[in-house]
Nanobody, 122 residues
């Protein structure tokens, strides 16, 4: 199981750190991705990290502002979000997939957690 947390209400330009906590002994063998879904929009890829943390990927609009990392000893993945913009407002989800490859397709992820809401005010 995956559980995202750390969302909240912030102002434009602020930072937030989201966490994705996992239960189960196989966490360290899964690649983890972050997605987000704004109201009335499709769920979109944000960032992903390989099982060992050696490979990461970002959506173009987040690159340079967001940083994904993981701590397998604690079975957690983090998404550090800086310079937040109102258009970053969305529910953020973490998801797990056993295989590598293109990070962005939603259907490549087998397990999804409940989301955490991030609201950025202008």
């Amino acid at each position: 199981q995956l559980q995202a947390s750390g969302g909240g209400l912030v102002q434009a330009g602020d930072s937030l750190r989201l966490s994705c906590a996992a239960s189960g002994s196989t966490f360290s063998s899964y690649n983890i991705g972050w997605f987000r879904q704004a109201p009335e929009k499709e769920r979109e890829f944000v960032a992903a990290i390989s099982w060992g943390g050696g490979r990461t990927g970002y959506a173009a609009s987040m690159k340079g502002r967001f940083t994904i990392s993981r701590d397998n000893a604690k079975s957690k993945v983090f998404l550090q979000m800086n310079s937040l913009k109102p258009e970053d407002t969305a529910v953020y989800y973490c998801a797990a997939r056993p295989k590598g490859g293109d990070w962005s397709p939603r259907d490549e992820y087998d397990y999804w957690g409940q989301g955490t809401l991030v609201t950025v005010s202008s």
